[in-house]
């Protein structure tokens, strides 16, 4: 009896399989990127079945026993295009698929490379990244070429345009944020210039990757994130092309403010060569409020000439390497006929009035970036290597001041040398489970200095040289959630030469001499995250981040009180960033939301002391959220916008309690107002498009005035203000393109936020009254 009913359960369950067998089927195929390469580790999904698999070392996939009927195959692996295919599955049959992913990089809308310093999707990067891309670079350049009040509409979170040559108090997340071009640091944080986000015209930039939090990817200075700007590369479809363009700019109110712009670029591919050339020329009239007033020159926009030359050339070596080299050059002077007539704060505007401007013209000098870099995919095994070299050298001159004996003008000059190399090794563990490797290392020399231009040291030279290895894991769990850990090793030297503090009086009444020296850091500093990208509905994201910072060492010896580097307060700043959110795409509805919360033993809070501006070194800690939406109404009308806010405080105490009777806000010059932004885009009709922005600058109003009822650097209150603008664009032909701006349409009265966090007379400056950018445009 036993053995017969072991005959019968083995003849059932040898019929129910063979039955299986002609009622499903088997779906199968390969994975390779479009230079025929394969893809280990592509995530295979069939998700109305629940069926998923990845591809093995030579990108083959395998997915059995899927009943018959027809399926939607979704293929992705980070780093490309998802592809989705319909398969007709048929009962005992095989359905075999070849598949080719794209490069992300050549659909820059779902990509980010400068989280991980490598391709990755945005759906499984876990933290806040705000990518600007070419059209809306495109759309606000129409309305401003000021890159200030561009990121500062598009980026919630970081701190609102100046209206000046400088961003100074224009902080991301209330922190300090380090731009880059193409990876190479424009920032100089051994002495904060403010001049680093207008360091390139933004003509030349495919796109703008904006990594919001503490991160040290890139080295010293990220500590509320970075800016990253990737130049373009030259349209290779054809030998050679190019595009011209003309503009002119001005108020709609008062004389001498007309002022012109020309753009000339020319980009192609002959052979394994490609190529972009292009050269920008910017002029400006004279700067004028809502009143037709004069603006403040002092570190005005008004009556500046800027130069942009850029070139990149790039040389395919084999199918599999490639070299490109990339030189920019920046420079913007102001020749003025006006100076300062101070204002009374809180009452009327600080003007300018005709006069002869004394000393230098104020400005960037110049500003040189040049890089060369080499990849190869699959330079051993499975792995890539990216490479390159670089080099920055950058000079400012800032306007006159009286904050020292003697006043006059001060420059910082800052010379960046560096080498990196990267490599990523993609590593598959099963069919639910791959990674990707990314390490390298980073070397790079920093020597900044400040002097006036009377000769006069006010900074010496420092002399910083970093070296960090650092190594970056993404691995991938059936196919949805992406976990990311990473470690960077910081070794950083600052050679100080001795120095004489500036003289507080006549015959070097109260310099002091200071014994300079060499400063070593050391520090590991972490990262993890994770992102859920199963549903679109609900894309969930956690992270942890860590920056490490030598900032404002430059403060801190100018300001010096003893005579040797060892008894001054030079320590770093280590910022820990703790950050969760998420993403939904519900039908033509694109809605984000983020909640931050970062801390730090000791900070770096300006304040002013008996006039004289120092670093306050007291713990802290600064929290906010963002929120972003978008949706298309109809076809062709999209609306959207973003909402941040930010507030920060210090223990001054240090008594781990931040709410103690001693403990403060930080002042506005590190944490800004709250900013509300709002679009409608409309481009229903043919050639046509057009765009109204509205911002808005909260509140901010958390200190008192002093006994002498003035109020110190960046305690003044900031009382709320808003401006709308309106881009239109019109395309005739294929050839020709005409657009319009208009910046605050309406002509509004206003005090940009840094006049009145400022506290200052003289900084009491109102913004830009009505001002239009008309241009025209011709592609050939």
Do not use: C
Not at 83 to 91: G, K, Y
Not at 195 to 215: F, L, Q, Y
Request: proline share 3%; net charge positive; aromatic share 10%.
């Amino acid at each position: 009896m036993y053995k017969q009913l072991l005959y019968l359960t083995a003849f059932v369950l040898f019929f129910s399989a063979t039955a299986a067998a002609q009622t499903s089927g088997l779906v199968t195929g390969k994975v390779t990127d479009t230079l025929d390469r394969p893809l280990p580790g592509a995530n295979v999904v069939i998700r109305k079945l629940d069926l998923r698999t990845s591809a093995d070392a030579t990108g083959a996939f395998r997915l059995a026993g899927v009943p018959a009927g027809r399926y939607t195959v979704r293929i992705s692996s980070t780093g490309y295009r998802p592809v989705e295919l319909s398969v007709q599955v048929h009962a005992a049959g095989e359905a075999s698929l070849a598949v080719r992913l794209q490069d992300l990089a050549a659909d820059l809308s779902d990509v980010v490379v400068s989280a991980s310093r490598r391709a990755e999707s945005l759906s499984q990067t876990p933290s806040s990244v705000t990518v600007v891309s070419e059209k809306d670079i495109r759309t606000q350049s129409a309305i401003s070429p000021n890159l200030a009040n561009i990121l500062a509409f598009s980026v919630p979170g970081l701190g609102t345009s100046t209206n000046q040559t400088g961003n100074s108090g224009q902080t991301l997340r209330g922190r300090n944020v380090l731009v880059l071009i193409d990876g190479i640091p424009q920032s100089t944080p051994l002495r904060a210039g403010g001049r680093d986000i207008r360091s390139i015209d933004p003509a030349v930039i495919g796109r703008i990757e904006v990594i919001k939090g503490a991160t040290a990817i890139y080295g010293n200075g990220a500590e509320g994130g970075l800016i990253n700007y990737l130049t373009k590369r030259g349209d290779t479809s054809r030998k050679l092309g190019g595009y011209s363009q003309l503009g002119l700019t001005g108020n709609t109110r008062g004389d001498s403010t007309v002022g012109y712009r020309a753009v000339q670029q020319l980009f192609g591919k002959a052979g394994r060569i490609d190529y972009m050339v292009s050269g920008a020329f910017e002029k400006t009239g004279v700067y004028r409020d809502a009143e037709g007033l004069v603006i403040s020159p002092d570190y005005g926009l008004g009556e500046t000439r800027s130069y942009n030359g850029f070139t990149k050339i790039g040389y395919t070596l084999s199918a599999k390497q490639r070299l490109e080299l990339m030189y920019n050059y920046f420079s913007s002077r102001q020749q003025s006929d006006y100076v300062l007539k101070n204002g009374v704060y809180g009452q009327r505007p600080a003007i300018g009035i005709r006069g002869t401007r004394g000393g230098a013209e104020e400005g960037t000098r110049y500003n040189h970036n040049a890089n060369l870099q080499y990849t190869n995919q699959r330079i051993f095994g499975k792995t890539d290597l990216a490479a390159n070299v670089y080099f920055q050298d950058f000079y400012t001159i800032y306007s006159q001041v009286a904050s020292f004996y003697g006043g006059g003008q001060s420059a910082i000059k800052s010379a960046k040398k560096g080498a990196r190399a990267s490599l990523n090794t993609p590593l598959v563990f099963s069919d639910a489970v791959s990674a990707q490797l990314n390490y390298g290392i980073d070397l790079m020399n920093d020597r900044t200095s400040q002097s006036l231009v009377d000769g006069r040291l006010w900074v010496p030279d420092m002399n910083m040289v970093n070296f960090a290895p650092y190594l970056q894991t993404s691995t991938n769990l059936f196919s949805d959630l992406t976990i990311k850990a990473g470690l960077r090793a910081e070794n950083i030297n600052i050679a100080v030469d001795d120095f004489n503090t500036l003289a507080t009086g006549p015959n070097g009444q109260g310099s002091i001499a200071v014994r300079g020296g060499t400063l070593n850091y050391n520090a590991f500093v972490f990262n993890a995250g994770a992102r859920y990208s199963a549903s679109r509905y609900f894309n969930p994201f956690v992270s942890y981040a860590q920056s490490f910072s030598v900032f404002e060492l430059g403060r801190v010896l100018r300001a010096a009180k003893a005579n040797t580097l060892e008894q001054l307060e030079t320590k770093p700043i280590i910022v820990n960033n703790y950050e969760g959110g998420f993403s939904s795409q519900v039908g033509p509805l694109n809605f984000s939301a983020a909640y931050y919360y970062s801390t730090s033993r000791l900070g770096a809070n300006l304040l002013e002391v008996n006039g004289v501006y120092i670093s306050q070194r007291i713990p802290e800690h600064v929290w906010g959220y963002e929120l972003q939406a978008d949706i298309e109404v109809l076809k062709g009308v999209n609306i959207g916008g973003n909402y941040a806010q930010v507030e920060g405080k210090g223990d001054v105490d240090n008594d781990g309690n931040f709410d103690g009777e001693k403990d403060v806000y930080l002042n506005t010059t590190r944490i800004p107002p709250s900013k509300a932004t709002a679009y409608l885009s409309v481009s229903a009709v043919s050639d046509l498009s057009l765009q109204l922005n509205w911002t808005r600058i909260g509140n901010r109003d958390r200190f008192a005035p002093n006994a002498a009822g003035k109020y110190l650097i960046g305690e003044g209150p900031v009382r709320a203000y808003h401006l709308f603008n309106f881009s239109a664009g019109y395309r005739a032909g294929k050839a020709i393109s005409l657009n319009l701006g208009v910046e605050n349409l309406f002509n509004h009265v206003y005090y940009p936020a840094i006049s009145q966090f400022y506290g200052s007379d003289g900084i009491y400056a109102r913004g830009n009254g009505r001002r239009f950018n008309l241009s025209v445009g011709f592609t050939y």
